[in-house]
């Protein structure tokens, strides 16, 4: 079964034995009865697997198949639908009361209660255990007494939380917060089973959760096997038997994997091969839009970028970046130029407003000239774009965006690339506000909401705000809108605090991000989710 | 000799310490790893600091350091910021390496100890001249280089070998990563056998070897290989250690979860028990293999003695 | 050590080895007391004499050495040969072949590649020869040193290489060119000393160690001669040909060095221009454009041929042994 999908790639007697062998290791195909397993690429995840601890999308990436929580983002629409929550309601957009459905279970038998959640999101939010999503809890009363910000906890629990009933408890916010419910498809408001706090070690080895599949090994920086769990009660069970994930440092080799049919799915195809991934793969190269968007980010704390008058130099770099070109030479298109600072897949609706940056995010060489002339010229006539080398082909694009700002100054060397060695250092670098020119960000979204594209990032403070900018029109537009209990009235309210940016050009919006991946022909029905992660519960894999 | 040992043993203690101290030092300049963790966001303050507490970060780095030392004299070598010991990573990720290293340097011996003693017993031949520009191609191609030609070519459009490793990296899967680790290495081998066959070529002991009219078979194995091999031999001795902790590239492009692989996981999430606890294990590898290099000098020249 | 070695010795190079090696000895020994004298008569018969006038001889040497000198020359003028700017980008030609004008093509950014690999000479030439001049004189000198006295100072040289020797080469460039922002090639050359030096001294203590238990040494000693003398003048000659083999491969290893370290992100940095940096971009690139790869990397390899050929011949001719 998988040695004819392999005959196409292997020439050769040697590769049909050594395929030959990889088969009888890989735990039988299946003819599209449900029961096949799938191989699938993966990184190693930088914390250990507990909900409210994962922050980035390898290890999100399993919580997304081993649990389900009170709402779920539709794969395709993005909308919050409920999941566990059979309601979820509240008169006062503060004090919330939860229902949730009957009959779930996790996967060792324990029930899914009320308890569950309100034990799991006191977990998350208890400073003593180090959770580094712990501040998507800080809407809920008393939030300040079990995290303080500095200090030993006063409280155990957060007073927010009650639990009512075995399937009911209530929530009570520390302020109004209309959308707030559709905050919850995010996995750290994941219920946890008892079993979680009673054998914690234990369940770190091989997490159980409530989700599709259930893991079935997991080797730490290797490998994890999920397979399809019977007793899960949700409408998307799983039509494929399991998946394999294997953790691969480099996306190259991952790509090199699928070329040779020695993996099923990889969903990070790095730009080098962009260039083949059609020719190699056909109609099983995908290519989508993800919430996901890159920008230069300006360090307003340092006042040769941050004056005012600098506003016009920062406004001019944006115009003298080719984001066409670059996105079609660099990217082969798995990128769209950015015209705004949100992204395509929260659609018109949802705040999304192609060219509400205007001409500030066009290519325009002789305005670009004139409006760094205008406000001073480059800071000692030269700007350094510094990005984190060891991920992401980041270095690539870096230059093309550079010699873009070169040709349209007319200098060889006015704009140079500073690659810096590891993320963490890039992220210390910034953290410690050392940054002294633009550099590169990249936001997916937790989720499809406007206002997690701004706020975060642009909010005087805010817990994404790496370049330090603060503008009080801009704050006051924010809060209004959170205020605003008419959905389409605080989109309007956002997108006009996004046109404070236009003016202040804090942060240059460089192109959304497309999800790309790509699978072998065993598979059918492979796509991804608007946070580029596969939707595995949905594939079919044939024979 | 068995002072020698013991006074060879002895001087590793220093050794020991002064590389991990210096290990240890050069993962605490790369900076600090909690700002890492939280991804591309900045760390909320008060976790932040909680966990750098826990990793003692807080404390000044000669504490830290004897903190760990304590530790790893405990037979605790910490824990990566997955949560899991160090230990079991090196216990999955040592074997692994050890096989690649094996297969590179069987590769080495075999290939470039023959193609030495082939072209310096031909100097100025065809043949050395075929291996010379051999040893040079080799050499000028960087192993990211050659890792993607070959992987591609072998594993991807030809199909005769799997292109990357599998969890459990059998013996044959690593043929082609022990190639492409070797071919550095390799061309060191060969030159260095060549030019050293080729000076005792000359040297009286053969002539007088073959004026005794012994066989030329028996000349060149037992008199002419045995005192040729002595800076091969220290070659790959010092090599053996650069292979288990230089395999970064290449099994980071054959995707072997193996010594170089943590290492390079490590030293990206500035993990310092990781990159510590997987150097301090390179380096006692190394000390042994010098020291058992310098013990065969012995057996291979019988004019050095050791007291 | 057991005692069987110590016959051995006897028994092995008892018989004949010893005249010729005297005679060798003896030679050496005047070509080193005339060549003090320096009387221009006398010139030729020292050692390095010798090997000047075998060198000049030596096609090998005279072809590698004009390659090194157009490398040089190259390096220093680049527009000599090259009229293009190494920096202008045209992004919408990216990858593309060669067209008139532009014989090697365009690489990602759509700069010319002819005109970047001419350019690209300067850095990686300046890297491969400074980095190895380096580790070649500290580690012969420090491995010399510790194979030569022996004992302690063998027992702390040695010791201290080994520390260098521990740690990874991806470890130590990631931190140490990640403390160093400036975009010059010098961290890298003081970065690839540090790292390359102990291969060089444990190779030339090996040599030395060997060297030392040479009878032509012993003679000398026995006949009175210093320390510096004989490490000089009699074991330094004999023991420096495996160390300009070594330093000579890895010149080129250290090119390529700086070339991983570069797809690493810690090598060179923009605006320098390097083959390093060319050949780590282009190799990820090499199923679409193999032509950005092939040229800087063919030229990289020349210059490390060059080099080993001179290195082979210089050893040849410096080695009385072979004469």
Not at chain 1, 139 to 149: N, Q
Not at chain 1, 255 to 267: H, I, K, R, V, W
Not at chain 2, 86 to 102: D, K, N, Q, W, Y
Request: one cysteine or more; charged letters at 20%; hydrophobic letters at 40%.
């Amino acid at each position: 079964m998988r040695g004819a999908t392999r005959a196409k790639w292997a020439v050769g007697t040697v590769a049909v034995a050594l395929v030959a062998t990889a088969c009888g290791g890989g735990g039988g195909g299946g003819g599209g009865d449900g029961k096949g397993v799938l191989s699938s690429s993966w990184g190693d995840p930088q914390n250990p697997l507990e909900p409210a601890n994962t922050n980035e999308v390898q290890g999100g990436k399993v919580l997304d198949m081993i649990f389900r929580g009170l709402k779920r983002y539709d794969p395709k629409t993005g909308a919050a639908e409920d999941m566990l929550a059979q309601k979820i309601e509240s008169k006062d957009q503060q004090n919330y009361t939860v229902t949730i459905k009957k009959g779930w279970k996790f996967s060792n038998g324990e029930p899914v209660t009320a308890q569950s959640f309100v034990d799991a999101w006191n977990y998350g939010a208890l400073i003593d255990n180090n959770q580094k999503n712990a501040y998507f809890f800080g809407y809920i009363e008393g939030y300040e007494k079990v995290h303080p910000e500095s200090g030993k906890a006063s409280a155990r629990t957060l007073s927010g939380l009650q639990v009512k009933d075995d399937r009911t408890f209530t929530v009570k916010l520390n302020q109004k917060f209309s959308t707030w419910p559709q905050t919850l498809g995010y996995p750290a408001f994941a219920p946890l089973p008892r079993a979680f706090f009673k054998d914690h070690d234990g369940w770190l080895k091989k997490p159980v959760g409530n989700g599709p599949y259930k893991v079935e090994s997991y080797t730490k920086g290797s490998a994890m096997k999920l397979r399809k769990w019977g007793g899960y009660k949700g409408p998307d069970k799983a039509r494929n038997g399991g998946v394999d994930l294997r953790v691969y440092t480099d996306n190259n080799t991952a790509y090199t994997d699928l070329q040779a049919g020695n993996l099923d799915l990889s969903d990070d195809i790095p730009a080098a091969q962009l260039k083949n991934a059609e020719a190699d793969l056909g109609d099983r190269y995908i290519n989508q839009p993800a919430g996901i968007i890159q920008t230069l980010t300006f360090p307003m704390y340092d006042p040769q970028w941050g004056s005012e008058k600098m506003a016009k130099v920062r406004q001019g770099l944006s115009m003298a970046i080719d984001r066409k070109t670059i996105t079609r030479q660099i990217f082969q298109n798995t990128r769209t130029p950015a015209s705004d600072w949100t992204s395509p897949v929260l659609k018109a609706d949802g705040g999304y407003k192609s060219g509400l940056c205007g001409k500030a995010c066009e290519y325009k060489p002789a305005e670009a000239r004139k409006l760094i002339k205008e406000g001073g010229g480059l800071p000692g006539g030269k700007v350094t774009v510094t990005y984190n080398a060891d991920t992401g082909s980041h270095k690539d694009w870096v230059d093309a965006l550079c010699n873009s700002v070169n040709k349209v100054l007319k200098n060889d060397k006015a704009c140079v690339g500073n690659p810096v060695g590891t993320f963490a250092d890039y992220r210390n670098q910034i953290t410690a506000k050392k940054m002294k020119g633009p550099f590169r960000a990249g936001w997916q979204m937790d989720y499809p909401l406007i206002q997690n594209f701004l706020q975060p990032m642009y909010y005087t403070d805010a817990s994404s705000n790496d370049g330090k900018y603060s503008n009080k029109e801009f704050d006051k537009l924010v809060d209004e809108a959170n205020a605003e209990t008419d959905r389409q009235a605080a989109v309007k309210k956002f997108q006009d605090a996004e046109r404070v940016l236009v003016k202040d050009m804090p942060v240059i919006p460089l192109w959304y991000q497309n999800g790309s991946g790509g699978y072998t022909d065993r598979l059918s029905d492979v796509r991804l989710n608007q946070f580029s992660v596969p939707v595995y519960d949905r594939i079919k894999v044939g024979s | 000799m068995g002072r020698y040992v013991i006074r060879r043993l002895l001087q590793m203690i220093p050794v020991f310490i002064g590389s991990t101290f210096l290990i240890f030092f050069m993962v605490y300049a790369l900076g600090d790893p909690v700002a890492a963790m939280f991804g591309d966001r900045a760390p909320d303050p008060a976790t932040a600091a909680r966990i750098r507490e826990e990793l003692l970060l807080d404390q000044p780095l000669w504490k830290q350091y004897l903190h760990y030392m304590g530790q790893i004299f405990r037979g605790d070598f910490g824990t990566a910021f997955n949560g899991q010991p160090v230990t079991e990573l090196m216990g999955t990720a040592f074997p692994v390496t050890l096989r690649l290293t094996l297969v590179a340097i069987v590769i080495e011996i075999i290939v470039g100890v023959t193609l030495g003693v082939l072209s310096g017993l031909r100097r100025g031949r065809a043949l050395d001249t075929s291996v010379l520009v051999f040893t040079l191609v080799v050499v000028s191609i960087p192993t990211f280089v050659s890792g993607y030609v070959l992987q591609f070519l072998l594993g991807v459009k030809w199909g005769w070998v799997k292109p990357t490793v599998s969890t459990d990296a059998y013996l044959d899967e690593l043929l082609l990563p022990g190639v492409v680790l070797a071919l550095v290495s390799l061309a060191y081998v060969t030159r260095l056998t060549r030019t050293s066959l080729a000076e005792n070529a000359r040297a009286d002991y053969v002539r007088t070897a073959v004026a005794k009219g012994l066989p030329r078979r028996r000349v060149v194995t037992r008199h002419l290989l045995r005192n040729s091999l002595i800076p091969v031999v220290t070659f790959i001795g010092t090599d053996i250690g650069s292979l288990m902790g230089g395999a970064i590239v290449t099994e980071r492009i054959f995707n072997i979860h193996g010594v170089g692989f943590q290492l390079y996981q490590g030293i990206l999430r500035q993990n310092s028990p990781t990159v510590v606890g997987f150097v301090t294990v390179l380096v006692l590898v190394f000390l042994f293999a010098n020291l058992v290099v310098d013990l065969l000098y012995a057996v291979l020249d019988p004019r050095i003695r050791y007291a | 050590m057991p005692e069987r070695y110590v016959p051995n010795e006897a028994v092995t190079h008892g018989d004949g080895g010893t005249a010729a090696l005297a005679m060798a000895e003896a030679e050496t020994l005047e070509g080193g007391r005339n060549g003090r004298g320096g009387s221009p008569r006398d010139k030729p018969r020292s050692l390095w004499g010798d090997a000047w006038r075998d060198l000049r001889r030596n096609p090998v040497f005279l072809v590698s050495a004009l390659i090194i000198l157009f490398l040089v020359v190259i390096a220093i003028w680049p527009q000599l040969i090259a009229d293009g700017n190494p920096y202008r980008a045209d992004l919408a030609k990216a990858q593309e072949g060669s067209a008139p004008g532009h014989p090697f093509g365009f690489d990602t950014q759509g700069r010319d590649v002819y005109t970047r690999t001419v350019y690209g000479a300067r850095a990686s030439i300046t890297v491969g020869i400074c980095a190895t001049a380096g580790a070649a004189l500290l580690g012969s000198a420090l491995g010399g040193l510790a194979g030569f006295f022996g004992g302690w100072w063998d027992a702390l040289l040695s010791r201290v290489a080994d520390i260098f020797f521990g740690i990874p080469v991806l470890l130590g460039g990631l931190v140490f060119l990640s403390v160093v922002t400036s975009k010059t090639v010098w961290p890298v050359v003081g970065f690839i000393v540090l790292l390359g030096w102990p291969q060089i001294a444990r190779i030339a203590r090996g040599s030395v160690v060997t060297a030392k238990q040479n009878d032509y040494v012993q003679a000398a000693r026995a006949l009175g001669a210093s320390s510096g003398r004989l490490l000089l003048r009699h074991i330094a000659p004999n023991a420096v040909a495996p160390v300009i083999v070594v330093a000579t491969i890895a010149l080129g290893t250290y090119i390529s060095l700086e070339a991983t370290l570069s797809y690493l992100g810690a090598g060179l940095k923009p605006p320098t221009v390097s083959w390093g940096i060319d050949i780590s971009t282009a190799s990820t690139y090499i199923r679409n454009a193999p032509h950005m790869l092939l040229y800087p990397a063919g030229a990289l390899s020349i210059t490390v041929l060059a080099f080993i050929m001179l290195g082979d011949a210089v050893r040849d001719a410096l080695d009385p042994k072979l004469r």
